[in-house]
């Protein structure tokens, strides 16, 4: 059955189907060669395959968040009394970072779209430079801590953290490279008037909180489940969202249209995850077969040899950026995880906190710059330039964020 569906799904060419295809022909080549009479095919295709349903699942707080007309309200809130691109900058930091968490990639239109009126009259090279900054670089950070995003379920479940520990020193970094950011923009920009005339703040301030309170509810909810079940945080995730949507649609006096919504927006996604769907089949195979293979010893013990004989430092440091460059070439931060981290379980009785906080950095960080994830490809589209336009600007960010999250975990995390 996994078979069919994998080549099913890989009849669409793109990357997915060269990367599924690539994975599966080493898979079976490692099968092949290694154990082909000992070993069941059939049953090493669903390792991967948890992942999924967080992306089926989180249709689910999208639709909530417009039946409520959040978007609208926080439209409204960036284009109220800014005069100038400095201030305009910081406001749409703070919608962008507010948006992510429940939007998360479809935060990116609405942001755009809702700013792109009042950046008319400067150039479309400035524009462009200006867009950047302001919505990947929230985007980022709220993405770093934020439960709902996968990459931090999938390292916090992997690396068997508590996610609640973990979460001080996560939103703490992200606040510092958030504030520091809007601070520093802000004086680069504050020279900068626009060309259209503010508009007024609307008097809806009970929408504003109650959104910034279902954040928080919604982070302890997910917590409370995964402490209590005794579960991981990627399944929490999946069992909170809907009933806790349903319930802020029953709030809102309108789960008629959240329900009606929640299901034209399914029907509308789901073939979109076939091409993902493919590759975490097929990833998830190789990532199997490779552990019967000589190859996996041998990238055992040159990881190890780095773990004892060099500082913890360049060890957490080399991950991270074994990570962040196969980001760049195409690989999905989530298989290069799952591919990297089971070497490590050779030698390492139990992951540190430290470690966790370097790998997630990594991840998390490239979703600024890599030309192959989706976020950049939606902004590049929007704003009419290539995905590489971003690394220009965004590169040295991100590699500091990078620096700063391993010196953190090697030496207060380890």
Request: glycine content about 6%; aromatic content about 16%.
């Amino acid at each position: 059955m996994c078979i069919f569906i994998l080549l099913s799904n890989l009849t669409k060419r793109g990357l997915y189907f060269y990367l599924s295809w690539f994975f599966m022909g080493i898979g079976l080549i490692c099968w092949w060669l290694y154990h082909p009479n000992k070993v069941d095919i059939l049953t090493h295709f669903g390792s991967l395959l948890n992942i999924l349903s967080l992306f089926i699942v989180l249709t689910f707080i999208h639709a909530v968040i417009r039946v409520g007309k959040f978007d609208l309200d926080l439209r409204q809130f960036v284009s109220s009394k800014t005069k100038n691109a400095g201030t305009l900058y910081v406001k749409t930091s703070l919608m962008t970072y507010i948006f992510t968490f429940f939007l998360n990639v479809a935060s990116v239109s609405i942001v755009v779209q809702s700013t792109k009126s009042l950046l008319q009259s400067f150039s479309e090279k400035w524009r462009r430079k200006y867009y950047s900054k302001v919505v990947l670089r929230p985007y980022t950070m709220v993405l770093f801590w934020s439960p709902l995003e996968v990459t931090v379920a999938v390292v916090i479940d992997y690396t068997s953290q508590s996610y609640l520990l973990l979460l001080p020193v996560l939103l703490g970094v992200s606040f510092i490279f958030l504030i520091g950011d809007m601070w520093i923009q802000r004086t680069r920009y504050k020279g900068s008037e626009l060309g259209e005339e503010p508009s007024k703040l609307s008097s809806r301030k009970k929408s504003y909180f109650g959104f910034l309170s279902a954040i928080a509810l919604l982070v302890v909810s997910i917590v409370t489940v995964s402490t209590v079940l005794d579960v991981g945080l990627l399944l929490a995730i999946t069992l909170v969202l809907f009933p806790f949507s349903l319930v802020w649609a029953w709030s809102l006096k309108r789960v008629k249209r959240f329900l009606k919504l929640s299901w034209s927006m399914n029907v509308k996604n789901l073939p979109n995850l076939r091409g993902l769907f493919s590759l975490f089949l097929s990833a998830g195979f190789f990532i199997e077969m490779l552990g019967f293979t000589e190859l996996f010893d041998r990238i055992s013990a040159l990881l190890e040899s780095v773990y004892i004989g060099y500082p913890l430092f360049l060890f957490y440091l080399l991950l991270a950026l074994l990570i962040a460059v196969l980001a760049i070439f195409g690989l999905h931060s989530l298989v290069s995880i799952s591919v990297l981290l089971p070497f490590l379980g050779t030698f390492m009785t139990s992951f540190p906190p430290g470690l966790a906080l370097a790998v997630l950095s990594a991840a998390i960080g490239m979703i600024l710059v890599s030309p192959f994830n989706v976020t950049p490809s939606v902004l590049a589209f929007q704003i009419q330039a290539s995905p590489l336009y971003f690394l220009k600007y965004n590169l040295i960010y991100v590699l500091c964020f990078i620096v700063v999250n391993v010196l953190i975990g090697a030496y207060l995390l380890s």
